[in-house]
């Protein structure tokens, strides 16, 4: 049992104060406000349609802008088609091209980075240029829509990685003897698109090898 002392008082402890000569505690830095891009409830647009051998359909892609602080700025970017077999990469190329535009202080670097994507299974030759992927002709769509907005100016020379490549070199005489090699084969009809003998029949429709011409896709 405890047994307490008669003279046993208990007393009030106070909270000591702090001398005046005391900082003040370090406040937190306040969040910088983001360089996101609201949009707007309704914006300006372009559609561009693209008929690529890199895909068995053709591509629509739709370009938007906006005004800010007098210049017009890249918003977002939609890629559609009827090809389902590729929808889930156009929706990847959708998100993160449109969060570049979105974000990023200066969005035009995506058409170089795009232009360093080569196919595995090669490209094509397009207006004396060598394409080297699908996402190559995404950037020429996105560069075409910067010029035709006036993003940037139409004599300058956009930062480019595609290759220009001499008629004569080996390279372009080795995609020659390729085609003629192709187009000898006896499965290959007359495409009315380009007039090459290059169309052939796959997956229940024609389709042209050389130019991206079908008959299902009207």
């Not at 939609?78 to 200066?106: C, G, M, P, Q, W």
């Not at 390729?178 to 003998?197: G, H, L, Q, V, W």
């Amino acid at each position: 049992m405890l047994t307490l002392n008669s003279e046993f008082k208990i007393r009030e402890v106070k909270p000591k104060e702090k001398p005046a000569g005391d900082k003040p505690a370090v406040q937190p830095p306040k969040p910088q406000p983001s360089n996101n891009l609201m949009r707007p409830d309704v914006v300006d647009a372009k559609v561009y349609k693209v008929k690529s051998p890199f895909v068995k359909f053709s591509v629509y892609i739709t370009l938007s802008y906006v005004w800010e602080n007098g210049k017009k700025r890249p918003m977002e970017i939609f890629i559609n088609s009827k090809d389902l077999t590729h929808s889930a990469e156009y929706a990847v190329l959708t998100r993160l091209i449109s969060a570049i535009f979105r974000r990023a202080s200066d969005p035009y670097f995506i058409l170089e980075e795009l232009r360093s994507i080569y196919d595995p299974n090669g490209g094509y030759f397009k207006n004396g240029k060598y394409i080297h992927s699908f996402y190559s002709e995404v950037a020429d769509v996105i560069e075409r829509f910067f010029k035709d907005e006036g993003m940037i100016k139409s004599d300058k020379n956009v930062e480019d990685t595609q290759i220009s490549i001499p008629i004569e070199t080996q390279m372009q005489k080795e995609e020659t003897s390729s085609r003629e090699t192709m187009i000898s084969d006896a499965s290959f009809k007359i495409c009315p698109e380009c007039n090459a003998k290059a169309l052939k029949f796959e997956n229940g429709c024609e389709f042209c090898v050389q130019c991206g011409y079908t008959k299902c896709d009207k």
